[in-house]
């Protein structure tokens, strides 16, 4: 599974972005979609996690101004990070991220994976 970010920039205190992921490859099913970031000097950390079934989680940082969608119509798997009020501190290189399951024999689901895709940098300036 091949996962590519893009959407990244300069942006103003205040401003908005949207990320945006592309899924490809061969896979059963997705167990959930994600993005986390990474600040320099800092761990990656998880920004929002939409699973196929179960709860949207939202770091409390970002709640109320970021929304994760995901857009698997017409066979296509897109990922989306909608970011708005953005602050100086969201200032980072942002990562998708797809929990999913490999092809399995038949129907049926085979193991478990994590794929990551390449980081795009939102910068905010103040």
């Known amino acids: 599974v091949q996962l590519q970010a893009s959407g990244g920039g300069l942006v103003q205190a205040g401003g908005s972005l949207t990320l945006s992921c592309a899924v490809s490859g061969s896979f059963h099913s997705i167990d959930a979609v994600g993005w986390y970031r990474q600040a320099p000097g800092r761990q990656r950390e998880l920004v929002a996690r939409?699973?196929?079934?179960?709860?949207?989680?939202?770091a409390a940082s970002v709640k109320d101004r970021f929304t994760i969608t995901r857009d698997s119509a017409n066979a296509k798997n897109m990922v989306y990070l909608h970011m708005n009020n953005l602050k100086p501190e969201d200032t980072a290189a942002y990562y998708c991220?797809?929990?999913?399951?490999?092809?399995?024999?038949?129907?049926?689901?085979?193991?478990?994976?994590?794929?990551w895709g390449q980081g795009t940098q939102v910068t905010v300036s103040s």
């Open positions: 939409m699973p196929t079934k179960g709860d949207l989680v939202y």
């Open positions: 991220k797809v929990d999913a399951f490999a092809t399995g024999k038949g129907w049926s689901p085979g193991r478990r994976f994590s794929s």
